[in-house]
C-alpha cells in the first residue's frame, strides 16, 4: 500500500468529495427554489413598496425639478444675509415662467406656502404680471420682482427658496416629532399649544403598555387555570379564549360599542347597584375607558396563547416538591412556578404590544378624541389630507419602533417559538 | 381543582379569590359575543334591551332585521358577502399554494441563510396592519391593481402566507423525513411523492394555516379600507361603515352569522389541531 491516501471514488470514477458536494449544492438549489415563489412575491409587493414609503419620504425633488435654473444661479449667491444677485431672478423669472405656461405654478406657490407663509400671495401676483406681460424682460428682473410686493424686497423668503433645493430631505420626520428646520437650517420646537404629534406618539406608548399590562394580570391567572384543569374541564373553557379569537374584530368592537353605550347594560348594571345615579350615567365610550376595555378584551387571547403553552410544559410536580421542602404555596409559586413561566410572559407581553402599537379599527371606533393613537393619524393623512409623504414617514417611524421591540423579542425568545393555537 | 382537606384558611381564601378572579375573566372574554346575539331578534329599532325582551313577550323579537339583511334594497350586504367569500377563498388558495411551498423549502436542511428569509416571509405578521395597508397601496396603485378584486386578493396572500409557512413548518418539523426517501427508493418521483406521501401527512397544518388565511382575509379591514372601490365593498368595509355612520340592528344581525361562522371554523380548527397532535404521536 502506499503512503497516500486513496481516494473513494463513486461508481462513475467521481470522487465521492466532488459528488457529495454536487450533490448538496443540488439539494441548497431544490430548497432554495421551493421558496423562491413566496420571496420573489413578498419581495415585489411588499419589501419594495416599504422602500417605496421611504423614498416618497425623504422626497422633496419637486421644487428641485420646478425650479433649475433659479438654483444653478443661486450657487453664485454669496452673501445670504443681502437680496440674491440678479441672475438668482431672471432663474426665478425663467423658471416661474415656464411653470406658468405648464399651469403647474399654482403646486409651486402651496409648496413654497408650506416653507413660508406668505409665499402663495406673492408668487399669484407674479403670475398676473406675466399673464398681462407687464414685466419687460431686458430691464433689471431684480427691480421689478421686488417693486410688486415687499415681501420679495424680504431676504426671508429667498432663503425659504433655498431650503427646497436639496432633494431630499427629514423634514417630514422632523414633522412627527413637532419639530421643524427653522430660518437658519437649525432643528426647532413647534409651538406648545400645536404640538399635537408627540401628544399622540406619548397616548400611543401609554396606551400599548397599560393594555399590556391589563392583559398580563387577566390571562396569567386564566392561563394557569388552563394549563393545571383536567383536560375536560380545560378544554370546555378553552373556547372563551378561542371563540373570540376566531370571532372578526369588528364583531367583537361592536359588541363594546352595545354595551359600553349610556343607556347600555354595563351603565345598567352600575345604576342597578347604585354606584351612578340613573340620570349622571358616565360617558364610557368615545375616551380613553372604551378604547382600553376594547382592547384588553381584544388582545387577551394572544397573551393567553403563548402562556398557555408554556405553562403546560411545567410539571405540577415541581409545586409539590417546593412545598414539601417546606416552602408555603407562596415562596413555591414565587420562586419555583413563576420563573418557569418568563418566557411564556415575555411571548405574551412582546406580542400584545406590538400589536396594540400599531391598533387603528377600535381605537377609531370606540376611541373619540381623546382615545385616538398615531395609527389613525396615518390613515387620516392617507385618507383627508392626502399628505402621503407625511404619512410614509409616521409610518415608518412607528415599524422603527415595532422593529426595536421584535428584535428584542427575538433575542429573548426566537421568533421560531410563536405558536398559534 | 379540589383543595386537599389539610390546607390552610388563608390559602383558601386565596384559592377561591383566584378562582373568582378567573370566573370574571372568562366573563369578560366571552360576554360581549352573546349581547349581540339577542338584540339582533329585538323587534324594535333600539340598540338596547326593550322591556318587552325582558319580560320574554314573544311580540319583542323578530327576525325583521335578518330579513332586512338579505332583502332590504339599499343594503349591500348581499354584494359584500359575495366578495368577501370570492376575495377571501381565492387568498386561501394562494396563501396555501405559496405558503406551504415555501415553508417544504425552509423544512429542510440545505435551505441556505434560513433565519433571514424566514424573517422576511413572516414580516407581514409583525409589521402593523396600517404600514402595510400603506404600502400595499403605493405597490397596487402603481401596478394599476387598486380597486380591482386582483388587487385585494394579492394583498390577503401577502398578510395570509406568514400564518400558513407557520404551522405548516411546524407539522413539518415533527415529520419523519424517512417515508419520502422510502418512497424514492421504491420509484416514485418527487411529485408522486408529494402528493401520495408528504401531503396527506402534512395535511391538518395545511389545512389549519389555510383556516387562519382563510379568516384573516375574511375579517381584513384595514388594508382593504386603501384598496376597495364601491365595487369591491366586502363585509368588513360594510360594518365598519355601518359602524362609524350609524349602529343599525341589521349590523348586528350580519354580526351574529359572523359569530355562527368563526364557531364553525373553531370547531374545525380543533378537530385538526387533536388530530395532528395524534399523528405527531404528541400525547397529552
Redesign the interface.
Known sequence: MSSETKQILTTDGIPLEVSLKKAEKKNKIKAFLLVAPLLLFLVITYIFPIGDMFMRSVDDRMVTNMLPKTFKAMEKWENLDELPPEEVYRGFYEDYKLLAENQQHGKLGQRLNKEKNGFNTITKKLFRQIKRKKIDESASLKEQINKLHKRWRDVEYWQAIKRTAPPYTASKYLKGMDMYFAADGSIAQVDEDRRIHRILWLRTLEIAFFVTLFCFFMGYPIAHLLATLPMKYSNLLMICVLLPFWTSLLVRTASWMILLQQQGIVNDFFVMIGLVADDNRPEMMYNKVGTYVAMTQILLPFMVLPLYSVMKTISPSLMRAGKSLGGTPFVAFWKVYFPLTIPGIGAGCLLVFILAIGYYITPALVGGASGTLISNQIAFHMKTTLDWSFASAMGLMLLTGVLVIYWIYNKLVGVDNIKLG | ?ALPSYTETR?RI?HYI??A??TF??F???A??F??FP?SFNAEEF???SEGMKNLDPDAFSLRWYKDMVYGTKNPWGLAAKNSFIIAIFATIGSII??T??A???S?R???YKGL????????M???????G??????MAKAGLAATHTGIV??H??LG?P?V???VT?TLSGFDHSVTRAAASLGSNPVNTFMKITLPLILPGVI?GGL?AF?TS??E??VV??LAGLENTTI?IQ??TG??EQ?SPT??AV?TC??LL??L??VT??LL?RRSERLRGIN?
Open positions: 381543582m390559602y386565596w383566584y378562582l378572579i378567573c375573566v372568562f369578560f372574554l366571552i360581549p359575543l349581547v349581540i338584540l340598540l338596547v334591551f405559496l405558503g411551498l415555501a417544504l423549502g425552509l429542510s440545505h435551505m441556505p428569509i424566514m424573517a422576511t416571509l413572516i414580516s407581514p409583525i409589521v402593523p396592519l396600517i404600514i402595510s400603506v404600502a400595499i397601496f403605493f405597490f394579492l394583498a396572500i401577502i402566507t400564518f409557512v407557520i404551522t411546524a389549519s387562519f379568516v375574511f375579517d379591514v384595514v379600507l386603501f368588513p360594518m365598519w359602524l362609524r349602529l349590523i348586528l354580526a359572523l359569530i368563526s364557531t371554523i373553531l380548527a380543533e389541531r397529552r
